[in-house]
């Protein structure tokens, strides 16, 4: 009877344990998650392209969708031409990581990646730059 009797007060401390155990470990995850919602996540997208060109609209309704669609969570900063990194060290500082994301074009990275340059090979693509920009969304 001795081991029965302990044997059912150690099944009642292991039960409170757990519980208390889950409690404690549900209430810090909702602190995490709370911290979380506080704290947006912050990117920075540089452009090679000069404020006012196609591509930075196209940036900008994009960083402008990022931050609707995850309800204010991600934020992306849009910096023009030479804010961040010259045109041509753009690729460096994405790689780096003083860059998170980078619009460019092909040109501006042949020096790193020769095959860059297949968007102006694209035989037939296009018939003239209307066209081009008609398929853009």
Known sequence: MCKARRMMQM?????AVLSLG????????????????KAPIHWRLQ????????????????????????NGRVEVELFYAGALAKPLETF?????????????????????VPEALFEFGLS??????DQAYGALP
């Open 22 to 37: 889950l409690f404690l470990c549900m209430g810090g995850l909702q602190g995490v998650a709370a911290a979380a919602e």
């Open 47 to 70: 452009s090679v392209f000069p404020a006012t060109s196609l591509a930075n609209t196209l940036a900008k309704n994009f960083c402008d969708d990022v931050k609707k669609r995850t």
């Open 92 to 112: 460096d500082a994405v790689a780096a990581g003083s860059v998170d994301l980078a619009v460019s074009g092909g040109v501006y990275h042949t020096r790193k």
């Open 124 to 129: 037939y693509s296009f018939q003239n730059q």
């Open 11 to 15: 099944m009642q401390w292991s039960g």
